[in-house]
């Protein structure tokens, strides 16, 4: 059974900095595609960065130069350090990861990840 469990989420002012972690179960994180969506209220669920099975990454435009997405395969987690925090950035962040075993693709599609974590909430206030 696959469990994702994001955590860090918080409340911060505009130009500040959080780190969030998702701890996998059930699931290796170092040879999958795996990474950060987000959610703002009323709009769609979007890619943030993400890892493909050989370390590629992929970021939005909109995070390039101020988060980094990372992963710690000894401890089985993926992480997301943000800097220079903006009110846009403010949303429910996600943990996701793809099914398949191995990927070389780097996708910022939701709909190609199988699993989830419940979410952890991030609000800049400017």
């Known amino acids: 059974q696959v469990q994702l469990v994001e955590s860090g989420g918080d409340s911060i002012q505009a130009g500040g900095s959080l780190r969030l972690s998702c701890a996998a179960a059930g699931y290796r994180v170092n040879s999958r595609c795996i990474g950060w969506f987000r959610q703002a209220p009323g709009k769609e669920r979007e890619g943030v960065a993400v890892?493909?099975?050989?370390?590629?990454?992929w970021y939005a435009d909109s995070v390039k130069g101020r988060f980094t997405i990372s992963r710690d395969n000894a401890k089985n987690t993926v992480s997301l350090q943000m800097n220079d925090l903006k009110s846009e950035d403010t949303g429910m962040y996600y943990c996701a990861g793809r099914a398949s075993a191995y990927c070389t693709t780097l996708s910022s599609v939701a709909a190609e990840y199988a699993y989830w974590g419940q979410g952890t909430q991030v609000t800049v206030s400017s």
């Open positions: 890892f493909n099975s050989i370390g590629t990454t």
